[in-house]
């Protein structure tokens, strides 16, 4: 197994090339400190790990690095996402849905019945 982190990978890529973190972030348009939190492995300052991913592979191809090899060491889903429901949530339906929709059909019935 590589002993080199994914971190450790982009910032020794990006040095070696002598680009800032700052032109990079310029480059990928991103902020800064998402180029630091892709560099130390900081993936909770994302809103959800897609967006990371998303940003790792941007970054890597920047650097030539074949963005396939990082993200297959990145973590595979969220900790809080997964939770006790799985990645797809509970899959309960909003009452507020589930009434509107019953309305509906109970007006268009009344139509059809009246004639």
């Known amino acids: 197994m590589n002993s080199v982190s994914i971190g450790q990978t982009l910032r020794a890529a990006r040095e070696a090339q002598r680009f800032s973190q700052e032109?990079?972030?310029?480059?990928?348009?991103?902020?800064?400190?998402?180029?630091?939190?892709?560099?130390?492995e900081r993936w909770e300052r994302f809103?959800?790990?897609?967006?990371?991913?998303?940003h790792l592979a941007s970054y890597a191809r920047l650097l030539g690095i074949e963005p396939a090899a990082l993200l297959l060491r990145m973590p595979l889903a969220d900790e809080e996402s997964m939770g006790e429901e799985g990645v797809l949530g509970s899959g309960g339906v909003n009452p507020w849905l589930v009434a509107g929709a019953l309305s509906v059909v109970a007006v268009v019935a009344i139509l059809l019945l009246s004639r």
């Open 23 to 40: 032109q990079v972030a310029e480059t990928l348009r991103l902020e800064p400190d998402a180029i630091a939190a892709l560099e130390e």
């Open 47 to 54: 809103p959800a790990l897609v967006y990371a991913r998303g």
